[in-house]
């Protein structure tokens, strides 16, 4: 099972989205997952396979994580666009 974090800035609006868009393509890759959504203050208390997310909280939750914890972080130019989702998810499920 893979364990999904959806990240911005306030825990509501955006990450909600990008929790409905990454929940399809989940589903349409035939994953078994789990998936949340949190404002950038709040990740760090969340254990995680993968965080998505924009750039700018990308780069806040980058600045003082470790390597390892920096590596699962996936920054999306469009928050909600399944293809973009998918591509870049693809490599973290080994599918």
Do not use: R, W
Not at 40 to 53: K, Q
């Amino acid at each position: 099972m893979i364990k999904v974090l959806c990240v911005c800035g306030c825990g509501l609006g955006s990450s909600f989205a990008i929790e409905m868009s990454a929940k399809t393509v989940l589903k349409k890759l035939g994953v078994d997952f789990t998936i949340d959504h949190t404002d950038v203050s709040g990740a760090s208390a969340f254990d995680y396979d993968v965080i998505l997310t924009q750039k700018t909280f990308a780069d806040v939750l980058s600045s003082d994580a470790t390597e390892t914890q920096t590596s699962k972080i996936i920054s999306l130019n469009k928050l909600t666009d399944k293809k973009e989702i998918e591509e870049k998810l693809t490599p973290f499920l080994n599918i």
